[in-house]
């Protein structure tokens, strides 16, 4: 096997390798300027998105600054999703179908997030309208892995997981309707709370959904990154209908009793090294004195099939009604295939069956609660298999055969869009091919607190994949190594 081509921008810089709380205590404790930081991570950006090709607009010279010093995180550098609205940048959804003017106000959500006291220095990209699970685009280069450059990282949130892992950020925002927080965080080694429906602020496209299946969120390196700005854009706004998160600092050290999943609703094998990083943590699990056992898929088994209805549903919203919702340039022959033959798909028979497939999603929640009656967690694959080549997940693949290779990829994260439940991905193997693989928590509705708090443990018990650390493959070469 060749070794895979790493790509990371860590160096002894203002960045240096600190987390996000780190480097906000630094500016705020007077070691570094927010102008300094601000200057080192446009300078990593720069040093390696030529080879990953993460950055859908540069803000470099405009960036928005938080008027606000006293917050959480105030001065740390991130990059926006180009799927939301920020005052003076474009959002573009990553489709070549229009091109976006500068937004005129910030979006629903972008006030909360940009109350973190974060710089924002642009926007991200991802595939076309989030619907892809790699961030992969009809005539566009695609976005990269830092961990190994010919691999996919993930999407729909891909590009900002690529410059997290590689170095460049400490943290980046994303948002997740089918896994897009979740599957690059697992991509790129990285850890990806998607909170509870209704957690945060709902963004634009959320509000017009008949079920709104997005969360928001952001990718980290660390832990104590994600609980920092859970807890920072919950002092913005907290939805009274669920119980505060807080600050979380670090284990409860509580008995849980964990189910563990390893069969998915598309009916996908989990490969080998998938698995056994899944295996692994629950033995880690075990020993912190927990109680895993196997449970079954707490799904009905239409979910697949429904969610790939609601999926076209969107796809055609967004390719009918694009001159309305986007821009007046909008041309749906510019979109890709993906986009194009879920839209077909569903005009062609979709629109009879959706008044029952929304039925059966919205009760999904209830068959989901139910498992959570004798568990506090549930433990599986964040994907069936390790992150592919890049073209495997194309949008040029014929339509037929890419949506087969999807279902067999992600066959686990929808579950927690369409149920509103918490999800989070962590970094808990080493994959032969020079990739991380994520292993996914779930929880019951509103219990973010639980998953931050046994992600703490992990975090303490074990040690997630260095991208700095040399490549090391196991001796036969054949099975994933535990991070």
Wanted: aromatic share 6%.
């Amino acid at each position: 096997m060749s070794r895979p081509t790493r790509v990371h921008a860590f160096t002894d810089d203002a960045l240096a390798d600190h987390d996000a709380v780190a480097v906000a205590e630094l500016i705020r404790g007077g070691e570094l300027s927010a102008e300094e930081v601000e200057a080192a991570a446009v300078a990593r950006i720069e040093r390696v998105d030529p080879d990953l090709d993460a950055v859908a607009f540069k803000a470099y010279d405009r960036p928005r600054r938080s008027r606000t010093p006293q917050a959480p995180l105030y001065g740390v550098p991130m990059l926006v999703k180009d799927n939301t609205d920020v005052a003076g940048m474009p959002t573009n959804h990553g489709t070549d179908a229009f091109r976006a003017g500068p937004a005129r106000w910030d979006g629903h959500y972008a006030a909360q997030l940009l109350s973190c006291g974060a710089t924002v220095l642009g926007k991200s990209r991802m595939p076309e309208f989030g619907l892809n699970a790699s961030t992969e685009f009809r005539t566009a280069v695609p976005t990269r892995n830092p961990w190994n450059t010919e691999r996919s990282t993930g999407a729909s949130s891909g590009g900002a997981a690529a410059l997290v892992a590689a170095g460049a950020l400490p943290l980046a925002h994303a948002n997740d309707g089918g896994g897009s927080i979740r599957i690059p965080a697992a991509a790129a080694g990285l850890i990806g709370l998607k909170p509870s429906r209704g957690r945060h602020l709902n963004g634009e496209m959320a509000r017009t959904m008949p079920l709104n299946i997005i969360s928001e969120g952001v990718l980290t390196r660390t832990v104590r990154d994600t609980a920092a700005y859970v807890a920072a854009v919950e002092d913005h706004w907290r939805n009274p209908r669920l119980a505060p998160i807080g600050l979380v600092r670090g284990p409860a050290h509580r008995r849980l009793r964990v189910g563990m999943v390893l069969e998915s609703v598309t009916g996908a094998v989990v490969d080998e090294q998938t698995r056994a990083a899944v295996e692994h943590t629950a033995r880690l699990l075990e020993a912190q004195g927990h109680i895993v056992e196997p449970v079954p898929i707490p799904a009905a088994n239409s979910l697949a099939e429904d969610f790939i209805t609601y999926w076209g549903m969107l796809a055609g919203m967004a390719g009918g009604l694009g001159r309305f919702a986007f821009d007046r340039s909008f041309d749906a022959t510019r979109l890709d295939g993906l986009t194009l033959g879920l839209r077909k798909q569903f005009t062609q028979g979709g629109w009879a069956r959706l008044p029952g497939v929304l039925r059966r999603l919205r009760r999904a929640a209830r068959t989901y609660a139910a498992a959570f009656e004798r568990h506090e967690l549930i433990l599986s694959p964040v994907l069936a298999h390790v992150t592919p080549l890049l073209g495997h997940l194309s949008p040029t693949v014929p339509f037929d055969e890419l949506m087969d290779r999807l279902q067999r990829y992600v066959a686990f994260t929808p579950l927690h869009n369409i149920t509103g439940a918490p999800g989070i991905s962590l970094p808990m193997g080493m994959a032969r091919e020079g990739v991380p693989i994520g292993v996914h928590l779930s929880a019951a509705y509103g219990d973010e607190r639980t998953l931050l708090e046994v992600a703490f443990a992990l975090e303490e018990q074990t040690v997630w994949p260095s991208i700095q650390a040399p490549f090391e493959a196991t001796a036969d070469d054949e099975t994933s190594t535990p991070a």
